[in-house]
């Protein structure tokens, strides 16, 4: 496959507009009191929610990150009283993870700060995706 310096340009321009987007939720978290990860973790809590809870070892998975890495992140979320931790009741080994009403209140207002950046990069990004899914000499 021949690549013309207009895709190397397309693909520069893609992944500046991820790398500004992962700026714009960094300090969004930031300003919130919270890491990157820490708003991603508290993202996953709450959108796992009615399924199986949410363990530490899912949370490993999810932010692909060390068991111990997702204990820490655990311990500081507790710790700032945006998430509880018990033990599951069919396995005590099992530590499951939820949000407290402080933590979902800090979640609602950066998430929906993130649907309205989401919505303004939106269209670019779709143009994009449009133009990688049309097979080359077809366009």
Not at 66 to 92: M, P, Q
Not at 101 to 109: D, E, H, N, Q, Y
């Amino acid at each position: 496959m021949t690549l013309a310096t207009a895709d190397y340009a397309e693909l520069a321009a893609f992944r500046r507009a991820l790398r500004e987007f992962l700026h714009f939720s960094e300090d969004a978290a930031a300003r919130a009191g919270l890491s990157g990860r820490q708003y991603q973790a508290m993202l996953f809590l709450r959108g796992r929610q009615g399924a199986r809870a949410v363990s530490i070892e899912d949370l490993a998975q999810e932010l692909l990150i060390k068991h111990n890495s997702a204990v820490g992140l655990a311990d500081r979320l507790v710790r700032e009283g945006l998430v509880t931790r018990s033990r599951a009741t069919d396995d005590r080994r099992r530590v499951e993870l939820a949000l407290t009403p402080a933590g979902r209140r800090i979640l609602v207002k950066l998430a929906s700060m993130h649907r309205v950046e989401l919505r303004r990069i939106g269209p670019g990004l779709r143009r994009f995706f449009e133009r990688m899914s049309t097979p080359q000499g077809e366009e």
